[in-house]
T-cell receptor, first 115, second 113 residues
Framework: AQSVTQPDIHITVSEGASLELRCNYS??????LFWYVQSPGQGLQLLLK??????LVQGIKGFEAEFKRSQSSFNLRKPSVHWSDAAEYFC?????????????FGRGTSLIVHP | DGGITQSPKYLFRKEGQNVTLSCEQN?????MYWYRQDPGQGLRLIYY???????QKGDIAEGYSVSREKKESFPLTVTSAQKNPTAFYLC????????????FGQGTRLTVV
């Protein structure tokens, strides 16, 4: 079965600073990979996804993520954080072959943005 | 607009009562999921359904039940057997086997007093 690790529970950055949120996965092959964002009391919104091809993926709100097969990682980045980016971020994996086709989510990283 | 609707947004129930959370989608998706979210624990899968009239237990199914009589609807019942039902519940859907992107509803916060 696949699994996802987000090693950082909380990340604090200053507005305008760069951001990197870490995500590592465990799966026998290359899974489908996702990043979602959740504002308090809301559902999850998809930021970006990776299925195959170019390992640098662009998403909404200025986010990007890079898939590194050798490190089993899919880290999320943003060059300049805005106060409105403060939220919970979830990395998710979905099996690309076999299995029960269920998305598995990490525990989330809470982003705090200081003015 | 297409999407997933969860209702109600807030729900209060007395301990020992069963309660049903609604989830409706008009995306024509085959697969639907229920997740429970507690602080610091991410999303944990309760039940999922990949086709009408079929559903499977997830990681924390005890104390919950579901039905999938229509493609659009996947209600979740929190029974009195669930020991700690107070949580935020999220419903999601996807095309299923060939499209992995999950779409989420806005969630229902259940508080049992």
């Amino acid at each position: 079965a696949q699994s996802v690790t987000q090693p950082d529970i909380h990340i604090t950055v200053s507005e305008g600073a760069s951001l990197e949120l870490r995500c590592n996965y465990s799966y026998g092959a290359t899974p489908y990979l996702f990043w979602y964002v959740q504002s308090p009391g809301q559902g999850l919104q998809l930021l970006l996804k990776y299925f195959s091809g170019d390992t640098l993926v662009q998403g909404i709100k200025g986010f990007e993520a890079e898939f590194k097969r050798s490190q089993s990682s899919f880290n999320l980045r943003k060059p300049s954080v805005h106060w409105s980016d403060a939220a919970e971020y979830f990395c998710a994996v979905f099996p690309s072959s076999g299995g029960s086709y269920i998305p598995t989510f990490g525990r989330g990283t809470s982003l705090i943005v200081h003015p | 607009d297409g999407g997933i609707t969860q209702s109600p947004k807030y729900l209060f129930r007395k301990e020992g009562q069963n309660v049903t959370l609604s989830c409706e989608q008009n995306l024509n998706h085959d697969a639907m999921y229920w997740y429970r979210q507690d602080p610091g624990q991410g999303l944990r899968l309760i039940y999922y359904s990949q086709i009408v009239n079929d559903f499977q237990k997830g990681d924390i199914a005890e104390g919950y039940s579901v039905s999938r009589e229509k493609k659009e609807s996947f209600p979740l019942t929190v029974t009195s057997a669930q020991k700690n039902p107070t949580a935020f519940y999220l419903c999601a859907s996807s095309m299923g086997f060939y499209d992995a992107e999950a779409f989420f509803g806005q969630g229902t916060r259940l508080t049992v007093v």
